[in-house]
């Protein structure tokens, strides 16, 4: 548990339990930063700043899907950050955030917003000293801009499924791309369905229903609603170029299946005629005339090498051989 005081000015960072009470007695900008679940932060959390005990559960436990509360001395909203996207699902991360009047609490195990707000911090005390709600903001703003990254790798994985698509459909490599399109159908699921709900909870935030957000903080909370929403949009195209790709997939197979069939049966066809000309001489007929020529074996093969490449002739012409033929 680190917490970081505004006196004056400055800030001062402490991890002591004592001067973080005194400075809530004191109504001193504070922000506590929870990193794992210990007796002194829930004895804080539940007698100090007075939260209700399904918050403070709310607090340690992982949630799957984003969640605004609005109480009487404080509002509580849980959204996801997202970290790399990974071949099978999103890397998501639960950030939970209560802001009060002159306090801000944040659950953020793996840092990935607050480290970079605290170094922010560190460096200027000026996002505290605006108040709260402009801490919470860009605590909000991180978490967003870190879906960027993630959705322009969606971007070039998607392009690079697309030719692998027209590349590898129907062949020994194809299984592979189809488990990766649907592995891609599973991400952009997940990222809708966290979405939608996190999107309403930004909006909300960005409309002034909540007295923890001031009149001129709002502008702000609708920009990284805005955001937020492009993002939403990005998803839901990709969502049809996969469905797309995955329609793509299943033609370029079966286009390449009818053309093994058309092979096959085209062989067939040429073989048909020849299996009837062996099988005529085949006959164990005495008075067969061919039987006692001399030249009846080369005129045999002859006939069939020439009523199979007349068969393969008429095939070009009809087009279904090779590039000629007017169909």
């Known amino acids: 548990m680190q917490a970081r005081i505004l ?16 400075a809530l007695a004191a109504a001193r900008p504070i922000w506590i930063d929870l990193e794992r679940q210990t007796p002194e932060a829930t004895t804080l959390l539940a007698e100090v700043l007075k939260l209700h005990p ?37 890397a998501t991360v639960e950030i939970d955030v209560v802001i009060g009047a002159t306090w801000l609490v944040t659950h953020d195990p793996s840092g990935l917003v607050s480290d970079d707000v605290g170094d922010e911090l560190d460096h200027s005390a000026r996002l505290m000293a605006k108040g709260i709600a402009w801490l919470a903001h860009a605590l909000l703003d ?19 499924l697309e030719n692998d698509v027209l590349a590898h459909a129907g062949t020994r490599r194809g299984r592979g791309v189809l488990a ?3 592995a891609f159908k599973r991400r952009l699921q997940d990222l809708r369905r966290m979405g939608v709900h996190q999107r309403e909870i930004l909006l909300r935030l960005s409309r002034g229903e909540f007295d923890e957000l001031p009149p001129e903080v709002l502008p ?3 920009d990284v609603y805005d955001h937020f929403l492009r993002i939403n949009d990005l998803a839901e195209g990709y969502r049809d170029l996969v469905t797309s790709a995955l329609d793509a997939y299943l033609s370029v197979q079966s ?8 092979t ?18 085949g006959m164990n007929f005495k008075h067969m005339p061919e039987l006692e020529w001399t030249w ?19 095939f070009r012409h009809r087009g279904w051989l090779g590039g000629g033929g007017d169909r």
């Open 7 to 22: 006196e004056g000015d400055k800030l001062r960072t402490t991890t002591e339990l004592a001067e973080i009470r005194a």
């Open 54 to 90: 399904l918050t403070i559960e709310d607090i340690w436990a992982e949630r799957s899907r984003p969640k605004l509360d609005d109480f009487d001395d404080y509002l509580y909203v849980i959204v996801h950050g997202i970290g790399a996207a990974k071949r099978d699902k999103l």
């Open 142 to 160: 991180r978490a967003v801009d870190r879906y960027l990254p993630v959705v322009d790798q969606l971007d070039t994985e998607i392009e690079q």
């Open 180 to 182: 990766r399109i649907l």
């Open 220 to 222: 702000f909370y609708r």
């Open 255 to 262: 286009n390449r299946m009818n053309e093994i069939m058309k």
């Open 264 to 281: 096959l049966t085209l062989i067939s066809t040429t073989m048909l005629p020849l299996t009837f000309i062996v099988g005529l001489y």
């Open 296 to 314: 009846g074996y080369p005129a045999a093969l002859a006939l069939m090498a020439a009523v199979a490449g007349g068969i393969a002739l008429w």
